[in-house]
C-alpha cells in the first residue's frame, strides 16, 4: 500500500484560471476528505464522500468549488476563477469508516 | 469552522522535558484524536481517544479527556528534537474538524 496521494504536489495559476487537484486514497478506505490549510493555521474542512457519495460541503465553500469521487476510488478537487485568496495547501485524506485519517502530502496552490 | 482549540498557540521547551497541550471543543464527540505536522507536510495521525474512555498512553504519549469540560490534553514525555512540530486536536461528529493547532518547538 502506497498510502494517499495527490497530484500536483505544486501548482501556480494566474487568477481566473480553472484548476484541478487529484487525490488516490488508500484503496479499501470507504471515506475520503478534503481539507484546505493556511499557514498558521490548522487544516479547514472543505467536503468529504463516503464511497461516491458526498455526504457533505462546508457551508463557508464557494460555488467555484467542486468535487467528485466517481465510482467511489480517487477523488478531484476543482477550484473555477481562481482568486489569490485560494491560495492554501489542499490536502486530501482517506480513512476506513470515519477512523483515523491519513493524509497525502497535500498540493499547494499559488495563485498570481 | 473549527471546532477544536488548542492551547497554547505556541509552546517552547528544554529538550528532555514534559510538553503539555491542550484542546477544548463544543459540541458533544464520538472520538477526538491528536494529529501532528511537521513544517510543510501532511499530518500524522498519533491517538484517538473515545469519548467513554478518559485517559490514553502510546509511548511516550499520553491523552487525556474530560468530556463534561469538553476538554482534552496531550503529554509528551521526555522531549526530543524530532518533537518538534505542530500538534492538532480533531473532533468527530462525523467530519472531522481540526483546531488551530499547537506549534511545538524543542531546543536543544
Known amino acids: 500500500d502506497t498510502g494517499v496521494s495527490q497530484n500536483p504536489r505544486h501548482k501556480i495559476t494566474k487568477r481566473g484560471q480553472n484548476v484541478t487537484f487529484r487525490c488516490d486514497p488508500i484503496?479499501?478506505?470507504?471515506?475520503l476528505y478534503w481539507y484546505r490549510q493556511t499557514l498558521g493555521q490548522g487544516p479547514e474542512f472543505l467536503t468529504y464522500?463516503?464511497?461516491?457519495?458526498?455526504?457533505?460541503k462546508s457551508r463557508l465553500l464557494s460555488d467555484r468549488f467542486s468535487a467528485e469521487r466517481p465510482k467511489g476510488s480517487f477523488s478531484t478537487l476543482e477550484i473555477q476563477r481562481t482568486e489569490q485568496g485560494d491560495s492554501a495547501m489542499y490536502l486530501c485524506?482517506?480513512?476506513?469508516?470515519?477512523?483515523?485519517?491519513?493524509f497525502g502530502e497535500g498540493s499547494r496552490l499559488t495563485v498570481l | 469552522s473549527q471546532q477544536g482549540e488548542e492551547d497554547p498557540q505556541a509552546l517552547s521547551i528544554q529538550e528532555g522535558e514534559n510538553a503539555t497541550m491542550n484542546c477544548s471543543y463544543k459540541t458533544s464527540i464520538n472520538n477526538l484524536q491528536w494529529y501532528r505536522q511537521n513544517s510543510g507536510r501532511g499530518l500524522v495521525h498519533l491517538i484517538l481517544i473515545r469519548s467513554n474512555e478518559r485517559e490514553k498512553h502510546s509511548g511516550r504519549l499520553r491523552v487525556t479527556l474530560d468530556t463534561s469540560k469538553k476538554s482534552s490534553s496531550l503529554l509528551i514525555t521526555a522531549s526530543r528534537a524530532a518533537d518538534t512540530a505542530s500538534y492538532f486536536c480533531?473532533?468527530?461528529?462525523?467530519?472531522?474538524?481540526f483546531g488551530k493547532g499547537t506549534r511545538l518547538h524543542i531546543l536543544p
Open positions: 464522500f463516503q464511497n461516491e457519495a458526498q455526504l457533505e
Open positions: 485524506a482517506s480513512s476506513l469508516d470515519g477512523r483515523e485519517l491519513f
Open positions: 480533531a473532533t468527530d461528529d462525523d467530519k472531522i474538524i
Open positions: 484503496s479499501e478506505h470507504n471515506r
